[in-house]
């Protein structure tokens, strides 16, 4: 059996929620605190032992290239200001794998990103890590698939359970059998209907697959959205090849809405110990243990003071002010 040592990171998506700031700046290469998103899914694929890793990026992402390139010049500056610390940072995202880049040329859906990559991967099983979701496990959760792919021989599926509220906005298996996390699955079902859902196990954008995989995209028809949809192609091969899903253990932060993303900045900054201290005495001092204390201009400091002013025109959006306010106030009172 191969072992796994290539992963794709499809990176090509316009953006759009994020939207202007993702104008003329990739929605990966948004950060968390001092990082870009992406860098946190090359270094759980890095730590799971993956050497070789290709992005699928579009137009305008030259800047993820750029991030995982050297820049001598901002080196030797570091250097000789004496910022060793800065200086380890920087050479570190350009050493963590081996890099590749191709460009998705049409926007065709996941499947299409992931047929891209085609003649990178050849004919070895490899891995997917969507960019839209950052995992904290003590071991990386595309490692616990690769495990189990080396346990079975067939491609798996990274799943977590999600509000049956939730379970139209993505893909869920119907499953068959349970051997501890391990499933069996009857059915992959794309963003099915409210209310039709098999289940609560929502596919969470890891993955390992074998290479068959490639043929039944390269036949996989338009789906959800017009799209050529992964999970299709999928839902065909279980059908011909067992494929398992495993709910893997870890913490996930879902970066790629903006109340996730500001959720996930401010749980990465309460957890940093340069600033947990007065963040969390500012956040008291804005009174958000007391809802009732919280109104709009209080809510525009926050996004001022944590340099989330971006998002402002989603906390107080004129059609749901309350719910969303609440929502992150509730956050606050979650993690404190």
């Known amino acids: 059996m191969k072992k796994i040592k290539k992963a794709i990171i499809p990176a090509a998506g316009l953006g759009t929620r994020f939207l ?5 700046m990739p929605k990966e290469m948004l950060p ?14 890095a730590r799971a032992g993956i050497e070789d890793i290709i992005i699928v990026t579009g137009r305008h992402k030259r800047a993820i290239e ?3 390139d050297s820049q001598k010049e901002l080196e030797m500056v570091l250097k000789e200001k004496g910022k060793s610390e800065l200086l380890e ?6 050493e963590l794998a081996n890099i590749f880049y191709v460009r998705q040329k049409e926007q065709k859906g996941l499947g299409h990103a992931i047929s891209s990559a085609r003649q990178f991967i050849g004919n070895e099983p490899f891995a997917v890590l969507l960019g839209d979701d950052i995992v904290e496990s003590e071991v990386p959760a595309v490692k616990q698939l690769i495990d189990v792919y080396e346990e079975t021989g067939h491609s798996v599926i990274g799943v ?26 009857k059915k992959f079902v794309e963003k099915p209907a409210q209310g039709t859902a098999p289940s609560n196990l929502a596919i969470m954008g890891r993955y390992v697959l074998t290479p068959e995989i490639f043929d039944y995209l390269k036949t996989q028809k338009e789906g959800a959205g017009n799209e050529i949809q992964l999970t299709d192609a999928i839902e065909r091969m279980n059908n011909d090849n067992q494929v398992y899903a495993y709910d893997f253990e870890g913490e996930r932060y879902d970066v790629g809405e903006k109340l996730g993303f500001v959720k996930t900045t401010i749980e990465y900054a309460l957890k940093d110990d340069s600033m947990r201290e007065e963040l969390t005495r500012f956040i008291k001092e804005l009174g958000f243990i ?30 749901a002010p309350l719910n969303l306010t609440n929502t992150l106030s509730q956050t606050f009172m979650d993690i404190l």
């Open 66 to 68: 750029d991030h995982f």
């Open 32 to 45: 968390i605190l001092d990082k870009p998103t992406i860098q946190y899914i090359v270094e759980e694929a």
């Open 160 to 185: 977590q359970e999600v509000p049956e509220a939730d379970t139209h906005r993505y893909g869920i298996i119907d499953p068959l059998t349970k051997n501890g996390r391990q499933y069996e699955v």
């Open 89 to 94: 940072k920087v050479q570190y995202s350009t």
């Open 20 to 24: 202007p700031a993702t104008k003329a």
């Open 290 to 319: 007391t809802l009732k204390s919280i109104n709009d201009s209080i809510l525009m400091q926050l996004c001022i003071r944590t340099r989330l002013y971006f998002f402002r025109k989603q906390l107080l959006a004129e059609s």
